[in-house]
């Protein structure tokens, strides 16, 4: 098979917004299965509702667009009936750890053998720019026009208290690592969370003095701090700078997994 068999083409163009990362993200994906030779008649992509989850719908293999923040009990009940099936699961900030939040918990202790990619654009952006529960101290967004005044949730640290076995976080900008990350994931027996910081520049950019699609992209590059580099500096005394986050592999282990390959 070759990557364009993988994409669902009667549904192409894609309605993403111009500059959007989503697309990045869905493209590393499939990359990284086709890579892993995946057969398509036993892999299933599940979303639950938001731009990022619209993802799904893009796949030429078995896809559930469920209901909002479901996506992860869906998703479990697709790998206890389908064990052999490979279930990788698209989702967004606000709709995995808002109305979501549990089943990200509860989905992490249980271990299930899923693969949970979260695009993370700091904002709803589908409903009208709201905020979320990952949008960043003092942003602008619909709902805080003032600025947030909730600190956001660290998403990867959630995952790695809750049981996950294997957490990364990357951005759109790092294109070859988040496929890699996302190989691992798959590969990775039990509950594999990706984080992916992708740019909004419709909802969240424009709003926040980032109207172009490249100064959101700089602000990856510039801000993401690998995990080696961020021990280091935290072992000399260095406190992670305003504004940074730390990239790369977070968590890889082995607890015992619901659901697991026979």
Not at 223 to 240: M, T, Y
């Amino acid at each position: 098979m070759t990557l364009e068999d993988w994409y669902r083409q009667d549904r192409l163009p894609h309605i993403y917004c111009a500059g959007c990362g989503n697309g990045t993200i869905l493209n590393c994906t499939l990359r990284a299965v086709n890579e892993l030779g995946l057969d398509q008649d036993k892999t299933t992509f599940v979303s639950g509702i938001g731009c990022s989850s619209r993802a799904a719908g893009y796949t030429a293999s078995d896809s559930l667009h469920t209901t909002h923040g479901r996506a992860l009990p869906f998703a479990t009940g697709v790998k206890l009936v389908k064990p052999e099936n490979d279930v990788i699961v698209f989702t967004g900030d606000g709709d995995l750890s808002a109305i979501g939040g549990n089943h990200f918990i509860h989905a992490c202790r249980r271990n299930i053998d899923l693969t949970v990619i979260c695009m993370n654009n700091n904002i709803y952006g589908m409903t009208g720019g709201q905020g979320s529960p990952c949008t960043p101290y003092g942003a602008i967004t619909t709902t805080t026009p003032y600025g947030m005044h909730e600190m956001p949730f660290n998403l990867c640290a959630v995952a790695e208290a809750s049981g996950a076995n294997y957490v990364a976080r990357w951005t759109s900008f790092h294109v070859k690592e988040l496929t890699e990350a996302i190989r691992t994931g798959i590969e990775t027996p039990g509950l594999s969370f990706i984080e992916v910081m992708a740019q909004c520049p419709t909802s969240f950019g424009s709003k926040n003095k980032m109207k172009q699609v490249s100064q959101m992209i700089d602000m990856f590059r510039t801000n993401a701090v690998l995990k080696g580099k961020a021990e280091r500096d935290r072992a000399a005394g260095i406190p992670l700078a305003p504004g940074k986050f730390i990239v790369g592999e977070l968590v890889r282990r082995s607890n015992p997994v619901l659901g697991g390959r026979p």
